[in-house]
T-cell receptor, first 116, second 112 residues
């Protein structure tokens, strides 16, 4: 199936640990994103990569490091996890630009991170 | 500052009612606007995308409009059903940086 898939779906870990979330899309999109949805359900962009190049880097602690080995993959590594990192992390993809603006943003199912 | 606001934050209606969800944005230099639906504990499902040059889009019982000059979009849901109960999110992709900003969402509950 064509989709944005992310793993793991659930992640429970202790404070101070390092963890990674992986994302893959087979939609042929050239841009991928990480969004964070906090406990109040507000979605906020963290990072975006276009063809493996970082194009959006919001004010995110440098404990968060995205990596894009190719345009179909965008991983998120988090060092020294803190309680406040508990959230649902969504991966998304789209075409960066089109003449008409008809480039749909497509989301993965989310990865729920719980830091104890 | 580029912001997206959705009103109301929550809405409860009886089944069969027509309803309107509102989205406003502060910067008219938009690339497109997308409406999403999110069910509890699930990901986001794209409902409609309106390109900057368009005024509205329709899909089934859903109709979304865009008025760039006033910085507003509305999502109209006709003949609401209990299965429409979800959170509806408005997302504006701005030109210049191509960042997509989300509103906080409207939580809709349709009573049977």
């Amino acid at each position: 199936d064509t989709a944005v898939s992310q793993t793991p779906k659930y992640l429970v870990t202790q404070m101070g640990n390092d963890k990674s979330i992986k994302c893959e899309q087979n939609l042929g999109h050239d841009t991928m994103y990480w969004y964070k949805q906090d406990s109040k359900k507000f979605l906020k962009i963290m990072f975006s990569y276009n063809n493996k190049e970082l194009i959006i880097n919001e004010t995110v602690p440098n404990r968060f490091s995205p990596k894009s080995p190719d345009k179909a993959h965008l991983n998120l590594h988090i060092n020294s996890l803190e309680l406040g990192d508990s959230a649902v992390y969504f991966c998304a993809s789209s075409q960066y630009r089109s003449h008409s603006g008809a480039n749909v943003l497509t989301f993965g199912a989310g990865s729920r991170l719980t830091v104890l | 500052k580029q912001e997206v606001t959705q009103i109301p934050a929550a809405l409860s209606v009886p089944e069969g009612e027509n309803l309107v969800l509102n989205c406003s944005f502060t910067d008219s230099a938009i690339y497109n606007l997308q409406w999403f639906r999110q069910d509890p504990g699930k990901g986001l499902t794209s409902l409609l995308l309106i390109q900057s040059s368009q005024r509205e889009q329709t899909s089934g019982r859903l109709n979304a409009s865009l008025d760039k000059s006033s910085g507003r979009s509305t999502l109209y849901i006709a003949a609401s059903q209990p299965g429409d109960s979800a959170t509806y999110l408005c997302a504006v992709r701005y030109t210049g940086g191509f960042k997509t900003i989300f509103g906080a969402g409207t939580r809709l509950f349709v009573k049977a």
